[in-house]
């Protein structure tokens, strides 16, 4: 890592650029390995063999994936609804366990927390197809460290002039990165994390569904439905990346007004849902299109309810599917993203299995 002299040296260098600088570092070093995303029930059950409890089968997929990463053929990274469900464990003793073998086996090493892999994924859209070439893939731009697995921050308003706090705020970041996650909870120690139950998410979910069900005619609709909706959280990012264009080309765009402002972002959001909606844009608006997906088919199948563990589920799928080679999850979750009016992980080309014995035997399936 660079000294804070060095930092010091290259003011014209924005924080931005160097942790973009950074990422793609990382990215690039990852791009040989295949990525293996474990759910919580097989990161459990691989602590569980590394004290020597649970099955010979356990023991052997754990040896597996050890020899895999030293080997340098795959890594098994986490994401933050991994990070979250960690932090329910409320034995210290085994979720520092939990924790010290997921630095091990992921190599440090997170997606982006989900907004800003949906701002990525958009921003690429919009880049793409705005005249720019040589665009880094997105497999180069969702990677961190561990320590930012709940978003990236740094320093700001300091009391220094602005050279010195650009200098702080790499140097900073220089620290964290190298800052592993089992000291993370070793440093936030046993305080409640927030948003670890979403038992209260998913009844208000299931009154909205329940109040528009007569509505939905089709599986079609209502994924048209479901697109919108999270389009409608995420649209204003557009506006952003719009002006961060301007900046590459050397064009400073006056700040729109609040009602500008609005129509702008009701344009972009349009254009967004179109392109999902149309299946113009699945292969790079990954996250959105899976989150759509999975809320579709569940609101479709009239006879389910959403239940909190749903939506931890759903977010492991939307990281697992879109940047990973296989995923190892519930037997429920691999049935839906498998199902053919989905077709999830044909469509982005990741392994889904279901038990340690087909966990075995497709990293049989690497050699």
Same mark, same amino acid.
């Given at each position: 890592?660079?000294?804070?002299?060095?930092?010091?040296?290259?003011?014209?260098?924005?924080?931005?650029?160097?942790?973009?600088?950074?990422?793609?570092?990382?990215?690039?070093?990852?791009?040989?390995?295949? %990525?293996?995303?474990?759910?919580?029930?097989?990161?459990?059950?691989?602590?569980?063999?590394?004290?020597?409890?649970?099955? &010979?089968?356990? %023991?052997?997929?754990? +040896?597996?994936?050890?020899?895999? !990463?030293?080997?340098?053929?795959?890594?098994?990274?986490?994401?933050?609804?991994?990070? !979250?469900?960690?932090?329910?464990?409320?034995?210290?003793?085994?979720?520092?366990? @939990?924790?010290?073998?997921?630095?091990?086996?992921?190599?440090?090493?997170?997606?982006?927390?989900? +907004? /800003?892999?949906?701002?990525?994924?958009?921003? #690429?859209?919009?880049?793409?197809?705005?005249?720019?070439?040589?665009?880094?893939? &997105?497999?180069?731009?969702?990677?961190?460290?561990? *320590?930012?697995?709940?978003?990236?921050?740094?320093?700001?308003?300091? /009391?220094?002039?602005?050279?010195?706090?650009?200098?702080?705020?790499?140097?900073?970041?220089?620290?964290?990165?190298?800052?592993?996650? *089992?000291?993370?909870?070793?440093?936030?120690?046993?305080?409640?994390?927030?948003?670890?139950?979403?038992?209260?998410? %998913?009844? @208000?979910?299931?009154?909205?569904?329940?109040?528009?069900?007569?509505?939905?005619?089709?599986?079609?609709?209502?994924?048209?439905?479901?697109?919108?909706?999270?389009?409608?959280?995420?649209?204003?990012?557009?506006?952003? !990346?719009?002006?961060?264009? %301007?900046?590459?080309?050397?064009?400073?765009?006056?700040?729109?007004?609040?009602?500008?402002?609005?129509?702008?972002?009701?344009?972009?959001?349009?254009?967004?849902?179109?392109?999902?909606?149309?299946?113009?844009?699945?292969?790079?608006?990954?996250? /959105? #299109?899976?989150? $759509?997906?999975?809320?579709?088919?569940?609101?479709?199948?009239?006879?389910?309810?959403?239940?909190?563990?749903?939506?931890?589920?759903?977010? #492991?799928?939307?990281?697992?599917?879109?940047?990973? +080679? $296989?995923?190892?999850?519930?037997?429920?979750?691999?049935? /839906? !993203?498998?199902? *053919?009016?989905?077709?999830?992980?044909?469509?982005?080309?990741? #392994?889904?299995?279901?038990?340690?014995?087909?966990?075995?035997?497709?990293?049989?399936?690497?050699?």
């Amino acid at each position: 890592m660079p000294s804070f002299d060095e930092h010091l040296s290259e003011p014209d260098i924005t924080i931005d650029q160097y942790v973009r600088r950074t990422q793609i570092a990382l990215g690039q070093t990852l791009t040989r390995r295949r %990525a293996v995303y474990l759910d919580t029930k097989f990161w459990i059950l691989l602590r569980d063999a590394d004290r020597n409890a649970g099955t &010979l089968k356990n %023991a052997e997929l754990l +040896d597996m994936l050890r020899r895999g !990463v030293a080997e340098h053929v795959l890594f098994c990274p986490i994401s933050e609804s991994t990070f !979250v469900e960690l932090m329910k464990q409320s034995d210290p003793a085994s979720r520092l366990a @939990t924790a010290t073998l997921i630095d091990e086996l992921s190599l440090s090493t997170t997606l982006l927390q989900e +907004d /800003m892999r949906i701002s990525t994924e958009i921003a #690429h859209l919009m880049y793409a197809n705005s005249g720019h070439t040589n665009l880094h893939p &997105l497999e180069h731009l969702v990677w961190c460290k561990l *320590s930012y697995v709940l978003g990236i921050m740094h320093p700001t308003n300091t /009391m220094f002039d602005s050279a010195t706090e650009r200098a702080i705020q790499k140097s900073f970041f220089d620290h964290m990165w190298t800052i592993s996650l *089992s000291e993370m909870i070793t440093i936030i120690g046993d305080g409640e994390m927030p948003g670890t139950d979403l038992s209260n998410i %998913a009844t @208000t979910l299931n009154m909205g569904i329940a109040a528009h069900a007569n509505e939905l005619r089709s599986f079609k609709q209502s994924y048209a439905a479901e697109a919108r909706g999270i389009v409608d959280l995420v649209g204003n990012t557009t506006i952003d !990346v719009m002006m961060s264009m %301007a900046r590459d080309r050397g064009i400073t765009l006056a700040q729109p007004t609040p009602e500008e402002r609005r129509k702008s972002e009701n344009g972009f959001k349009n254009l967004l849902a179109f392109a999902l909606e149309h299946e113009k844009a699945h292969e790079t608006l990954r996250t /959105m #299109h899976i989150l $759509a997906s999975l809320h579709a088919s569940l609101r479709w199948n009239k006879g389910r309810k959403f239940k909190g563990n749903d939506l931890f589920d759903f977010h #492991h799928a939307a990281a697992a599917l879109a940047y990973c +080679d $296989a995923f190892f999850t519930e037997k429920s979750l691999g049935t /839906m !993203v498998t199902q *053919s009016n989905l077709s999830l992980s044909k469509l982005y080309n990741c #392994h889904v299995v279901a038990d340690v014995e087909e966990a075995i035997n497709w990293l049989l399936s690497l050699d």
